[in-house]
């Protein structure tokens, strides 16, 4: 059940990203940096990812990804920006896509070994993926990089407690605290 209310939310935040972007356009996020409307929603999924790869595995991340790409692909259909490669829907799908296997081809590896950073370094590298995309196919420029990177990076501050908590609440402890001594089997 939890597995499926995370994936509701990841989809959700897709859905949230893209109407932002279409009603808003290009938004003041502070620190005198402006951004896609829609990376407050966008950065909230790489934590959305994390904390559902804890509820369900792989197996259920990697359908989630593939649906939110699908998603943000039909949501934009006939929208594009002037100066834009391609469209938004073309753009967001891509960047999606990439940017959640990035994510998850970080956290994955890192997550028994030392999950605090597991979390934060797969969330940066999401972001910077899914900027660089999103950005280079839908503006044709990287313009608004810094804006999307830091607004990304706040929603990670904000999901490392939802994350911390699926992992705490549904399977495995945040550190193995077992010693080994040698001898000992």
């Not at 900027?131 to 830091?150: E, K, N, T």
């Not at 904000?158 to 089997?185: E, F, I």
């Amino acid at each position: 059940m939890k597995a499926i209310a995370t994936v509701a939310a990841f989809l959700l935040a897709i859905i949230g990203a893209n109407w932002a972007l279409e009603t808003w356009g290009v938004v003041d996020i502070g620190f005198g940096l402006t951004a896609p409307a829609g990376v407050f929603f966008a950065g909230l999924t790489f934590g959305l990812r994390d904390v559902l790869h804890e509820y369900g595995g792989v197996r259920a991340v990697v359908p989630a990804i593939l649906a939110g790409a699908g998603l943000s692909w039909l949501l934009s259909d006939a929208v594009s920006i002037p100066g834009g490669v391609t469209s938004i829907a073309v753009a967001s799908g891509a960047a999606f896509l990439l940017a959640e296997l990035f994510d998850l081809g970080v956290y994955a590896p890192l997550r028994e070994r030392n999950w605090p950073a597991a979390v934060v370094a797969s969330n940066i590298v999401g972001s910077i993926v899914d900027s660089m995309v999103f950005l280079w196919l839908a503006f044709g420029s990287l313009d608004y990089i810094s804006g999307q990177i830091v607004g990304k990076t706040v929603m990670t501050l904000v999901a490392l407690p939802l994350v911390a908590m699926a992992r705490r609440r549904y399977k495995q402890p945040l550190v193995d605290m077992t010693v080994m001594v040698p001898g000992d089997s």
